[in-house]
């Protein structure tokens, strides 16, 4: 299927491993033009030669995105380099940090007052944009109970809300915003990953509650962020798609 991506721009943070490049690559073969930064140099060259030589436009930056200078520095150059913004992906998170007052700290600046600069950074372009879109990533960690009150999963949860209220104010402006909630995702050298080779029994538990029988892979979410993006989804925001093989147990409507 043809997304209708092609030569459209979008900006994906922490885009030069896991989940972001799988992103990255899915939108590139569609032909889109890739903006990405990330924490380290070699990953960012190393994403940006990969992309080009699937023969689209690449721009990538190290890019501490708690650092709103630097965020705006990259937001702009990407958009000077590939020609306006069409799309951002909210991809960069802190992850799984310790429940400390620096864990809960740096899992708001992270996943939440980064995102709220993110959006704001790009809406002057994507306001110029005939298909302007914004796609966040969440978890199903924060939709139900999953290994207790943590940072990131309130952050993520808070995540729901800031996206769902934003697609409500950007539809009069042509701009939609959505979600993906990803359930246990396996990556290679990724959270899962580290937790088979750590805690198998931990792993090997979680695996076997999926009703599907399996974990999910980064591709498959990677091609549902790609067809949030495209204008063949241009009636669905504020919308939250849950992708987990049925493993969380909410009645999902």
């Known amino acids: 299927m043809d997304l209708k991506l092609k030569d459209r721009a979008v900006l994906i943070t922490g885009a030069a491993t ?3 490049l ?4 899915t939108l590139a073969e569609e032909g889109a033009n890739i903006g990405l930064c990330a924490r380290t140099a070699g990953d960012v060259e190393s ?9 689209v436009k690449a721009h990538g930056e190290v890019v501490d995105i708690t650092d709103s200078l630097a965020l705006k ?4 150059n990407a958009a000077a380099a590939l020609g306006g913004v069409d799309g951002i992906v909210i991809n960069a998170s802190a992850g799984a940090s310790p ?5 809960w700290r740096r899992n708001f600046e992270v ?6 600069h993110f959006v704001n950074l790009a809406l002057p372009y994507l306001e110029k944009s005939p298909c302007g879109s914004i796609v966040a990533l969440s978890s199903t960690a924060a939709l139900e109970k999953f290994f207790g009150p943590t940072p990131f999963a309130a952050m993520k949860a808070a995540l729901l809300n800031y996206m769902g209220n934003l697609a409500h104010e950007l539809a009069p402006k042509g701009i939609r915003a959505n979600t993906v909630s990803p359930g246990p995702i396996f990556v290679e050298g990724g959270a899962w990953d580290k937790v088979r080779q750590s805690a198998p029994e931990i792993y090997q538990s979680v695996e076997a509650a999926i009703p599907l029988g399996r974990m999910g892979t980064a591709r498959e979410v990677a091609t549902q962020v790609a067809l949030l993006l495209s204008p063949l989804s241009g009636f669905t925001t504020g919308a939250n798609v849950v992708i987990d093989g049925c493993y969380t147990q909410r009645i999902q409507y």
């Open 73 to 76: 520095r990259w937001v702009d």
């Open 18 to 20: 896991g989940f972001g």
């Open 99 to 103: 429940i400390t007052d620096e864990g």
């Open 111 to 116: 996943d939440m007052l980064a995102t709220w």
């Open 47 to 55: 994403a940006v030669r990969e992309l080009v030589g699937m023969g």
């Open 22 to 25: 799988e992103i990255a690559r």
